[in-house]
């Protein structure tokens, strides 16, 4: 069993920063894939960005902003974000993946994140 605790999110006015962090127990977190996720009020849920050993993939909303890290050691995923919007507001989820593919297994409760314009 994985926990996924996210922490960072907070209120932040247009252009920006928040450094999102989520820390994994349990599992081996080395080996998982892992991303961020967000979903809108009203919205359904969407991707932003995910890392693993095959590469790093943002939503096309995001690149150029948001940049996720990962610290092994640490068994933390970061997810920076620069140049914040109004339309970044949402509650920020972090997922993990055990397999490397199909649906991931374990979330995070979810973090805050609202931009002011």
């Known amino acids: 069993q994985v926990q996924l605790v996210e922490s960072g999110g907070g209120l932040v006015q247009a252009g920006g920063a928040l450094r999102l962090s989520c820390v994994a127990n349990?599992?081996?977190?080395?080996?998982?894939?892992m991303a961020w996720f967000r979903q809108a009020p009203g919205k359904n849920r969407e991707f932003v960005s995910s890392?693993?050993?095959?590469?790093?993939q943002y939503d096309d909303s995001v690149k150029g902003r948001f940049f996720i890290s990962r610290n092994n050691a640490k068994n933390t995923v970061y997810l920076q974000m620069n140049s914040l919007k109004p339309e970044d507001t949402a509650v920020y989820y972090c997922?993990?993946?055990?397999?490397?593919?199909?649906?991931?297994?374990?979330w995070g409760q979810g973090t805050q994140v609202t931009v002011s314009s």
């Open positions: 997922a993990a993946n055990v397999n490397q593919r199909g649906p991931y297994n374990y």
């Open positions: 349990g599992g081996t977190f080395s080996s998982y894939m």
């Open positions: 890392i693993s050993g095959t590469g790093i």
